[in-house]
């Protein structure tokens, strides 16, 4: 694997009692910068997720007891229904119930170090990737818009991620047109990310507005490029979108957002 270039901290449940198998898992845990919590009972576990936010959860499949009690609590779980879930099994029988519970990685019995580090950095990297489309990291940026049932007019970025930003569409700081969109709406965005010296072109639709005195609204990208803002520029052109999201450009002037699937992680 590439050398990691940020760190991310990855909270992990380890639900658990094979003492061999924490064993060969420790190394792998040491070598990713992850410091799990351990338990050993369904108890425990469902008093931890009522508690406290995990990344991924790691449940031995065949060794637990009341294992669909604690499942069933995750699905309902506020605070980890969307974390990543990896099982590990025995044998095809574990197998074919731990998919239809919705797991997400397996690791099979007896694991080599190989296979628990292949499957461990799958889940950081999928639940990494999670974080990308889901933040939206705070930001205030004039950008113009433009649409079929729109006119040109002037907006507020005040948040943005890889799959989509926050607008307000009114406010005494703009002074163009104002902007009337409609939830459904296919509209076009345009605006210059701060530090970054590259141009944002996304298209999308409007998943929601609001009806007050900011006149917020959201939108779902469908395509974004990130284009140089001044044509002689090389390096600018060849910055991927995601990467302008996450690294320093957005937070050159605000707090800046590293979630990159090159990452890291740690707890």
Not at 144 to 150: A, F, K, N, Q, T
Request: glycine fraction near 6%; include cysteine; hydrophobic fraction near 40%.
């Amino acid at each position: 694997m590439n050398a990691p270039t940020t760190t991310i901290a990855m909270h992990t449940l380890m639900l658990c009692s094979d003492v061999q198998f924490l064993g060969a898992t420790r190394s792998v845990l040491n070598e990713l910068q992850v410091s799990p919590k351990i338990v050993g009972n369904c108890d425990n576990a469902l008093a931890l997720i009522h508690d406290q936010e995990f990344d991924v959860i790691v449940v031995d499949w065949r060794e637990i007891d009341h294992l669909g009690e604690f499942l069933s609590a995750l699905r309902l779980s506020k605070l980890n229904h969307e974390c990543v879930l990896v099982a590990i099994v025995r044998d095809l029988l574990d197998l074919r119930q731990a998919f239809a519970a919705g797991v997400h990685f397996l690791i099979h019995k007896p694991p080599s170090t190989l296979q628990i580090e292949r499957c461990l950095r799958a889940a950081y990297c999928a639940r990494v990737a999670r974080r990308r489309k889901q933040h939206r990291e705070p930001v205030d940026i004039l950008a113009s818009i433009s649409g079929r049932h729109s006119r040109l007019a002037e907006v507020i970025v005040t948040n943005l991620s890889e799959g989509g930003a926050g607008l307000r569409v009114r406010g005494a700081d703009l002074e163009g047109p104002q902007a009337h969109l409609t939830a459904g709406e296919e509209i076009d965005l345009h605006f210059a990310l701060p530090g970054a010296a590259v141009i944002l072109h996304a298209s999308g639709r409007v998943v929601w507005t609001t009806p007050d005195k900011a006149g917020s609204a959201s939108l779902s990208f469908r395509r974004a490029k990130a284009l140089p803002s001044s044509p002689g520029s090389r390096s600018a052109s060849s910055v991927p979108w995601p990467s302008c999201v996450n690294g320093s450009g957005v937070r050159r002037g605000m707090a800046a957002l590293h979630l990159s699937t090159r990452s890291s992680v740690h707890r």
